[in-house]
T-cell receptor, first 117, second 109 residues
Framework: GAVVSQHPSWVICKSGTSVKIECRSL??????MFWYRQFPKQSLMLMAT?????????EQGVEKDKFLINHASLTLSTLTVTSAHPEDSSFYIC?????????????FGPGTRLTVT | AQRVTQPEKLLSVFKGAPVELKCNYS??????LFWYVQYSRQRLQLLLR??SRESIKGFTADLNKGETSFHLKKPFAQEEDSAMYYC???????????FGTGTRLTVIP
């Protein structure tokens, strides 16, 4: 149980285009989902926290107009990288937390590798 | 601001030897600390959290507030322990995690 999927697993897009990444909790309802970014040989960096039905909370330094997050249902959150540029190339990982309790474990997706050419 | 430091990017030990993965943190409050593990070709998963005070797969970690450390230890390493290990901090208890850069552990048969 507690499986999180991401789609696509990898994507290549041209500079200036937008790309959407989906994060789904397959067998549980996720009140909260998290989006992380990981550069090669670096740590996961929390980008934003999204709660179902409300606006996402972005970490300092993350452009909310560039990284649009939608959490329209309890099983789906999307991250849209708008007007992508090569420096946006990275590994994007989502996680989902079931239930209402903040101490519940986060379950991670497999990640999406974005390459912007 | 919070910060998690894992000083060793790579760590190799022989099977059966003790292993210690270091983690130091900086935060002015009382954070929650976690260890996450990522086995080859698998996703990140929780290994243990300090509030649980439990041993998972033979691993333990003690929170030392004086030294602001949360080192991960196992007395006898096994080959299946080879993986990437991340120390993480939750500053507010809201489960917003801040990760260290990770340590790749290789257990040599």
């Amino acid at each position: 149980g507690a499986v999180v999927s991401q789609h696509p697993s990898w994507v290549i897009c041209k500079s200036g285009t937008s790309v959407k990444i989906e994060c789904r909790s397959l067998d549980f309802q996720a009140t909260t989902m998290f989006w992380y970014r990981q550069f090669p040989k670096q740590s996961l960096m929390l980008m934003a926290t999204s709660n179902e039905g409300s606006k996402a909370t972005y970490e300092q330094g993350v452009e909310k107009d560039k990284f649009l997050i939608n959490h329209a249902s309890l099983t789906l959150s999307t991250l849209t990288v708008t007007s992508a540029h090569p420096e946006d190339s990275s590994f994007y990982i989502c996680s989902a937390r079931p239930g209402q309790g903040a101490r519940n474990e986060q379950y991670f997706g497999p990640g999406t590798r974005l390459t912007v050419t | 601001a919070q910060r998690v430091t894992q000083p060793e990017k790579l760590l190799s030990v022989f099977k059966g030897a003790p292993v210690e993965l270091k983690c130091n943190y900086s935060y002015s409050g009382s954070p929650e600390l976690f260890w996450y593990v990522q086995y080859s070709r698998q996703r990140l998963q929780l290994l243990l959290r300090h509030i649980s005070r439990e041993s998972i797969k033979g691993f333990t970690a003690d929170l030392n507030k004086g030294e602001t450390s949360f080192h991960l230890k196992k007395p006898f390493a096994q080959e299946e322990d080879s993986a990437m290990y991340y120390c993480a901090l939750d500053p507010t208890g809201a489960n917003n995690l801040f990760f260290g850069t990770g340590t790749r552990l290789t257990v040599i048969p």
